[in-house]
């Protein structure tokens, strides 16, 4: 009796750990794609090519910009995402997440360029993030009932 006890309680906590796990990848992955949405959304369109630089890297900053163009931001929304899903379930060690545009011109878009944009993207979605979290937490309890 003692040692089903015992099973049934490991059982439990390998079951709660496991949930919790899955808690904590919901609400980054949810988290990350808020953000990177709210950065693309808010990116001007002239030819598309910053809305499509829009990058999201794990560990270190990307190196180069991307030579791919978005008007509307959908394609680059979905790179996000499996950008995401990939460091999240991908078993490496993720310490940071990056969020970046590497066009030469970000800097001057940021910094008042844009009519479009005239108080930047980055800036602006960085006063956000508490908020964005705090969603993303709120619905990931939501999905894994904890």
């Known amino acids: 009796m003692a040692n089903y006890s015992i099973r049934q309680f490991n059982g439990d906590v390998n079951k709660w750990i496991e949930q919790v796990e899955s808690g904590l990848n919901d609400v980054l992955l949810i988290f990350g794609e808020k953000v990177h949405g709210a950065l693309v959304d808010a990116a001007p369109v002239d030819t598309g090519r910053f809305k499509g630089n829009m990058q999201i890297t794990a560990n270190k900053p990307p190196l180069y910009a991307l030579n791919q163009y978005d008007k509307d931001g959908a394609d680059t929304k979905a790179e996000g995402r499996r ?3 990939a460091m999240l379930h991908g078993g490496g060690a993720i310490r940071s997440i990056y969020f970046s545009n590497m066009l030469i011109y970000a800097n001057a878009l940021e910094y008042g360029h844009s009519k ?3 108080a930047g993207v980055f800036g ?22 904890l």
Do not use: G
């Open 83 to 85: 950008a995401l899903y």
């Open 116 to 118: 479009q944009a005239p």
């Open 124 to 145: 602006i979605v960085a006063v956000r993030l508490r908020s964005y979290m705090t969603e993303a937490i709120r619905e990931a309890k939501k999905k894994n009932a």
